[in-house]
């Protein structure tokens, strides 16, 4: 059974970055079937895809934040991590990591981690 | 605003049927068949239900089935139970490497 746990501060000031961590335990990240993906929610609202990683460090992302972001993979820890720079009251939400698109599953995102709130604010 | 067109609330009793809308264009819903489908209930992480459109997740109950016609993607709920209160959110590739999801859509269980 593949779990996801997203890590990180849960408050960041207005134009800092904004620095997240997904563990993933269960299965490898180096999987050739699936990419990883974040995504968010801010409170009460609906999901917003934010990017991808692929095992190889191939990299997709949502073009409403492309200069923003970045996404990239620690190996060693099974880790997949999220950068967001220069973030704004509008980046207040829950933040989640998924496995996901894959090819097994329809390029849909089969497993997801708990989430974490994280809150811009000065 | 989002990218997918869900109804903001559907309702229903037990034991009966619902069907969720989630209307796309040309460019997403309607020129591939990567729609999935997703449960979510209050404070929780949304759960997968419905890829590629139609097809479940092993171990999922059967009351769940999703179909798409065109550019509209449609999930139903047969067999209305308690449980199934929850909002229910779209998503569709849409091409370029991006994928979009609708607006989410909350099932009342009356």
């Given at each position: 059974?593949?779990?996801?746990?997203?890590?990180?501060?849960?408050?960041?000031?207005?134009?800092?970055?904004?620095?997240?961590?997904?563990?993933?335990?269960?299965?490898?990240?180096?999987?050739?079937?699936?990419?990883?993906?974040?995504?968010?929610?801010?409170?009460g609202k609906g999901l917003?895809?934010?990017?991808?990683?692929?095992?190889?460090?191939?990299?997709?992302?949502?073009?409403?934040?492309?200069?923003?972001?970045?996404?990239?993979?620690?190996?060693?820890?099974?880790?997949?991590?999220?950068?967001?720079?220069?973030?704004?009251?509008?980046?207040?939400?829950?933040?989640?990591?998924?496995?996901?698109?894959?090819?097994?599953?329809?390029?849909?995102?089969?497993?997801?981690?708990?989430?974490?709130?994280?809150?811009?604010?000065? | 605003?989002s990218?997918?067109?869900q109804p903001a609330s559907v309702s229903g009793?037990?034991?009966?049927?619902i069907?969720i809308s989630?209307?796309?264009?040309?460019?997403?819903?309607?020129?591939?068949?990567?729609?999935?489908?997703y449960q979510q209930h209050p404070?929780k992480?949304p759960?997968?239900?419905?890829?590629?459109?139609?097809?479940?997740?092993?171990?999922?109950?059967?009351?769940?089935?999703?179909?798409?016609?065109?550019?509209?993607?449609?999930l139903?709920i047969?067999?209305l139970?308690?449980?199934d209160e929850a909002t229910y959110y779209c998503?569709?590739?849409?091409?370029?490497?991006?994928?979009?999801?609708g607006g989410g859509t909350k099932l009342t269980v009356l």
């Amino acid at each position: 059974q593949v779990q996801l746990q997203e890590s990180g501060p849960g408050l960041v000031t207005p134009s800092q970055t904004l620095s997240l961590s997904c563990t993933v335990s269960g299965g490898s990240i180096t999987t050739y079937d699936y990419f990883w993906s974040w995504i968010r929610q801010p409170a009460g609202k609906g999901l917003e895809w934010i990017g991808r990683i692929y095992f190889d460090g191939n990299t997709n992302y949502n073009p409403s934040l492309d200069s923003r972001v970045t996404i990239s993979m620690d190996t060693s820890k099974n880790q997949i991590s999220l950068k967001l720079t220069s973030v704004t009251a509008a980046d207040t939400a829950v933040y989640y990591c998924a496995r996901g698109p894959g090819s097994r599953t329809g390029e849909a995102f089969d497993y997801w981690g708990q989430g974490t709130l994280v809150t811009v604010s000065s | 605003q989002s990218d997918l067109t869900q109804p903001a609330s559907v309702s229903g009793s037990p034991g009966q049927s619902i069907t969720i809308s989630c209307t796309g264009s040309s460019s997403d819903v309607g020129s591939y068949n990567f729609v999935s489908w997703y449960q979510q209930h209050p404070g929780k992480a949304p759960k997968f239900i419905i890829y590629e459109g139609s097809k479940r997740p092993s171990g999922l109950s059967h009351r769940f089935s999703g179909s798409i016609f065109g550019n509209t993607a449609s999930l139903t709920i047969s067999g209305l139970q308690a449980e199934d209160e929850a909002t229910y959110y779209c998503c569709s590739y849409a091409g370029s490497s991006l994928w979009v999801f609708g607006g989410g859509t909350k099932l009342t269980v009356l």
